[in-house]
């Protein structure tokens, strides 16, 4: 991102922000308290006197009867424990004709807005079928792979996710599944017509299952190979923090420059290219010297690619910061796993509102001009109106149809130096996009003066016309 200096405000223009790029503010985290340590001279020991009596008066009985009750109890929850609540993942591939609904060519774009509202229609009523008869098991989550065309409406082939004790068996819960399918088929009002006869369900392990979901884009995975719910990122979120876990972020890249370290962010959106800001390459644009790096920590980092080619929208103008975006494509491929994995790509007609919810990533400083981190940082912002942004207290007129503002009025929140490039996301039923490319600002976080980003969307064409994508 770039943040603009007192020069810069005497030209009204933020200068790039290669290495003045949007930060994470950090919150400091309250040091543990110690436990007071006292003699054991300040407290005097004090003589109970005992008397006689029959060790099985009522007193003792009772709490020797309550005792073996409490004794039973914790072992029956201890068996229930590991006999019922041992639960384990089940992935099922399904396929299924649906007859009252048309084929539409845009079907075929996993990333247009006919194949998203299609897939959240279908993963809804999947969740209405399932999430209140799955018996003792618990439906965790469905994702559609693919729509295609058929003769009587659009086939349609989804991913299924259960939870069930362990010592039930793929074959016995797939029964389980198709009589609740069948059931709710004939008695509930569904909005799609499926032809119970073209109905198929195959047991898949986690590998295959995790191969199908690489072929969707923007799904956060977590070690047990159960897709991470937006909440898992909400909660853990205070004026920017540590990224808690592996895989969180999967889409997050470092670029950095050989022999001087990281530089930029950059968003991963297929397995051979990258998503930035041309401003990171303001000063150095041959491939050659460039490495790409992902995982949650620069040193170590997870994999390391090389850069084999960059590409600068032709229309960057580094005084305006418009056009702020550039690709980079990797010449090796990474292979998508539960720590690696593509973001989506926006429709170009996707709308934010004001005050949506999104989060930015990134390695950068957590005080203005201050040093890079080495772990993954993540904060929770708002987008702001360009109505807004454009005031003369905020960026008094700087904010063009290809930018968007986000953090906070009041500030305290931001990217900063050595965030820029990296991806601004939107999550939309737990599959994400991005929507924005940490771009520039002036300073970090400062009232009045939130990030600025490249908005995505403006620029949806640019990329396909580059990528194919």
Known sequence: ??????????????????LHCHQLNEVRLLQPLRPVEFAEDEYPR??????????????????????IVAITGITIGIVTHFVVEDDKSFYYLASFQVTNIKYKENYGIRSSREFIERSHQIERMMSRIFRRSSG??????????????DEQGINILIVLMFRYPSTDSAERIKKKIERTLYQSLKIKQLPLTINIPSFSLTPIDSKKMRNLLNSRCGIRMSSSNIPLPASSSTERIVQGRETAMEGEWPWQASLQLIGAGHQCGATLISNTWLLTAAHCFWKNRDPSKWIATFGTTITPPLIKRSVGKIIIHEEYHRDSNE???ALAQLTTRVEFSNVV????????????PPKTSVFVTGFGSIVDDGPTQNKLRQARVETIGSD????????DGLITPGMLC???MEGKIDACKGDSGGPLVYDNRDIWYIVGIVSWGQSCALPNKPGVYTRVTKYRDWITSKTGL
């Open 46 to 67: 004090i003589e109970y006197h005992r008397r006689q009596q029959q060790f099985w008066d009522p007193i003792r009985l009772a709490l020797f009867t309550l005792a």
């Open 136 to 149: 003792v098991g618990r439906f965790i989550k469905s994702h559609v792979i693919k729509i295609s065309p």
């Open 323 to 325: 056009n702020d975006i």
């Open 388 to 395: 807004v942004c454009n005031r003369k207290d905020v960026y």
């Open 406 to 408: 986000a953090g906070f």
């Open 341 to 352: 994995q593509r973001v989506c790509l926006p429709d170009s007609s996707m709308k934010l």
């Open 1 to 18: 991102m770039m943040y603009a200096t007192a020069d810069n405000l005497t030209n009204e223009r933020a200068l790039p922000k290669t």
